[in-house]
Structures are given as structure tokens and as C-alpha cells.
């Protein structure tokens, strides 16, 4: 059972375009949301992240927006670059410390020139 | 710190062999996972230790897997036989309890494991 569902699962976005991926949870119990980062021939490795007590987060070209009543959150990447070219993954786990995540199936995202 | 070391970073083998692989985590973290990524399921959680003491292996497939930690500094997956449905990379990661008030997972390179 897929805990967290995450779409689309590739995305082709001009460079300078916003990316936008989403995710949607159903345990109401999740009080953790990170997103990860993964290049070619490499690990995930964190991105951001954001708890519910908040709406957005925002750290330099990239934003999660969180709706705690739709169970839905979401990765806005500004003015996208090829650098940004990855995959991405949502991720939700439970309790402040608690350390099983539960990752989205991540998302191919090319920025051509 | 080198961050999370797996080894090898690439195996091939036949199937029916025995495979091991390798990690060693970043020293003082408390917590090492095992992943297996794969383009149908993503990223899939097998198990997770806490102290060298395994504390979920719900995610392991089957019997034909294992994974030790006999200390902080080294952890082995092995698979007995292999099949060829175990190809993938397996991923090794590390966290520390907390850091900087974050949940953060270290990954490793990974593992890509064909099985012919």
C-alpha cells in the first residue's frame, strides 16, 4: 500500500519555468514532510522539508506548500534550472525523531535550455 | 566526514549466488537503514537499526535476505540466492537522532546490484 502518492512521476519544465510536483498522504499521523534530492549515480540526499503547524516553506528557488485538511503538499521549484534536473522525492514520517520515512516513487524532472 | 561508504558500488552476478553488501555509516549516527530503489516501486524501505540493534525489518522481502550490524561502524546486507527479481541499487543511509532540529537521512552512493 502506497503511503504517500506522488505525481507526476516525470516532468519536462523550460529552463526559467516553475516545476511542480505533488504529493498526497493518508496517515494522519505524518508530522513530517522532507523532500530528497537525487542526481544521477548518486544517494538522495535532503532538500527541505516542512511540518504542518505551517502552510509554506521557502528556501531560496524552492517552496512546499502544505494543506494539512487536504492530506496534499507540494514542491514549487522557481525559475527552474538545468542544474535542477533530478529526481525528487516526497517523504512523510511520524513523530519529532521518529526516523521510518515513507518515501513517494520520486519524480524525473528534466529542465532543458 | 567521507559521508555513507557502500561497497561495491556495482555487482554482477548469477543467479543463485550469494551477495553482500556493504556499508559503513557516518561515525556517531545512531540509526542506519537499507533501501532498494527500483523504477516500479521506488524507494523501498527493508530495514532499519538502531544501535546496531535492528529495530523494523517489516520491508525485508523475504527469507533469502539478512542484514547485520555487528557494530556502529559496519553493516551488511546479504541475499541467499539471488534471483534475478532482486536487481536494483541499494541504498545505505545514516541519521543521527536529530540534526539541527531536522529528521535527516545521509545516503550512501549506493549498490547497483544486477542479478543475470
Known amino acids: 500500500q502506497q503511503q504517500v502518492k506522488q505525481s507526476p512521476q516525470s516532468l519536462i519544465v523550460q529552463k526559467g519555468g516553475i516545476s511542480i510536483i505533488n504529493c498526497a498522504y493518508e496517515n494522519t499521523a505524518f508530522d513530517y514532510f522532507p523532500w530528497y534530492q537525487q542526481f544521477p549515480g548518486k544517494g538522495p540526499a535532503l532538500l527541505i522539508a516542512?511540518?504542518?503547524?505551517?502552510s509554506e516553506k521557502k528556501e531560496g528557488r524552492f517552496t512546499i506548500s502544505f494543506n494539512k485538511s487536504a492530506k496534499q503538499f507540494s514542491l514549487h521549484i522557481m525559475d527552474s534550472q538545468p542544474g535542477d534536473s533530478a529526481t525528487y522525492f516526497c517523504?512523510?514520517?511520524?513523530?519529532?525523531?521518529?526516523?521510518?520515512?515513507?518515501f513517494g516513487i520520486g519524480t524525473k524532472l528534466q529542465v532543458i535550455p | 566526514d567521507a559521508g555513507v561508504i557502500q561497497s561495491p558500488r556495482h555487482e554482477v552476478t548469477e543467479m543463485g549466488q550469494e551477495v553482500t553488501l556493504r556499508c559503513k555509516p557516518i561515525s556517531g549516527h545512531d540509526y542506519l537503514f537499507w533501501y532498494r530503489q527500483t523504477m516500479m516501486r521506488g524507494l523501498e524501505l527493508l530495514i532499519y537499526f538502531n544501535n546496531n540493534v535492528p529495530i523494523d525489518d517489516s520491508g525485508m522481502p523475504e527469507d533469502r535476505f539478512s542484514a547485520k550490524m555487528p557494530n556502529a561502524s559496519f553493516s551488511t546486507l546479504k541475499i541467499q540466492p539471488s534471483e534475478p527479481r532482486d536487481s536494483a541499487v541499494y541504498f545505505c543511509a545514516s541519521s543521527p537522532l536529530l540534526d539541527n532540529d531536522k529528521n535527516i537521512q545521509y545516503f550512501g552512493a549506493g549498490t547497483r546490484l544486477s542479478v543475470l
Open positions: 516542512i511540518r504542518p503547524d505551517v
Open positions: 517523504a512523510a514520517s511520524i513523530g519529532w525523531g521518529y526516523q521510518k520515512v515513507t
